[in-house]
């Protein structure tokens, strides 16, 4: 990597908010106490979070359920809700139910976005919207069901004073690997600075099953592509982009890929824009 090149990313690093030191269980209690005390300090009493079944929303799991068991022990009135938010019957339902096993929540809500999220693509076919093709019109089903999943998280914080918890972390943000406004919305982000890595080690920490902590990472949001790898969307392992957020040296290939990437998601990472703070570029 050359010096420009290694300059950019120590930026980009900064700008995620990634350590350079790491211990697994200095982290799980850092941010549990977080969760606890801005729980806490905001005088609401439930963290709600939705459950896939995969390792991101494992580990938010466990450290919410960690976070309301501390809040409880500090005489504040808190409870952890999960949410199982299937489309329809999941493919990996098995992976969401062993998930539930390890975090053991205080409680578990059950709904089903199909319904919902058919309809709305229904009305949108109706109105003549037009895709490109069929691939473009599963991929914006797909940016639907994240949303939906959000409109439930945010009905249930409503209905029990309490804060939604998203699963974003640094590995997601660098490649903008989130739908806007979906699974990027959120009150709280206790996984923001992690790369893929660091959540793995999380999870280790926390007690979960090596299935469950090296699952293929998978959105699953595309119907006719039922659990696909992020990393076939990425052009990147994670691997490569984990080494990139700890300062390593990664292939030119991947360096204009991780950056590129990063570059054209900044609007998903950013507040909406308004007119005193934008001017067209020269």
């Known amino acids: 990597m050359t010096p420009e090149h290694r300059a950019i990313q120590r930026d980009i690093i900064t700008e995620l908010f990634v350590s350079s030191d790491f211990d697994a269980g200095h982290e799980v209690e850092r941010r549990v106490g977080f969760l606890a005390d801005y729980l806490i300090t905001t005088g609401l009493h439930t963290l709600v979070l939705g459950i896939s079944g995969g390792v991101d929303s494992l580990v938010g799991g466990c450290l919410a359920q960690r976070a309301a068991a501390l809040a409880r022990q500090r005489g504040h009135s808190a409870t952890f809700i999960a949410m199982r938010l299937p489309y329809g019957e999941q493919r990996d339902e098995p992976d969401a139910q062993a998930s539930l096993d390890v975090i053991q929540p205080d409680q578990i809500l059950t709904v089903n976005i199909k319904p919902a999220s058919d309809a709305m693509l229904a009305e949108l076919v109706s109105a003549e919207v037009s895709f490109r093709d069929e691939g473009h019109q599963d991929f914006l089903l797909g940016n639907i069901k994240a949303r939906q999943r959000m409109i439930a998280q945010y009905a249930v914080a409503g209905a029990h004073s309490g804060l939604v918890v998203g699963t974003d972390h640094a590995a997601e943000a660098l490649m903008g690997f989130?739908?806007?406004?979906?699974?990027g919305a959120a009150d709280i982000t206790?996984?923001?600075?992690l790369n893929k890595r660091r959540v793995r080690a999380l999870a280790h920490e926390l007690g979960a099953p090596d299935s469950l902590v090296h699952k293929v990472p998978t959105a699953d949001l595309e119907t006719l592509a039922p659990l696909?790898?992020?990393?076939?969307?990425f052009g990147v392992t994670y691997g490569e982009i984990d080494d990139f957020l700890e300062g390593k040296d990664v292939s030119e290939q991947?360096?204009?890929?991780?950056?590129?990437?990063?570059?054209?998601?900044a609007h998903k990472r950013a507040l909406p824009v308004f007119p005193q703070g934008w001017a067209p570029s020269s």
């Not at 989130?178 to 699974?183: A, C, I, S």
Request: aromatic share 14%.
């Open 254 to 265: 991947a360096y204009e890929t991780i950056v590129r990437t990063y570059r054209n998601s």
């Open 190 to 193: 206790p996984l923001a600075g």
């Open 228 to 233: 696909k790898p992020d990393e076939d969307a």
């Open 178 to 183: 989130f739908t806007k406004f979906g699974d």
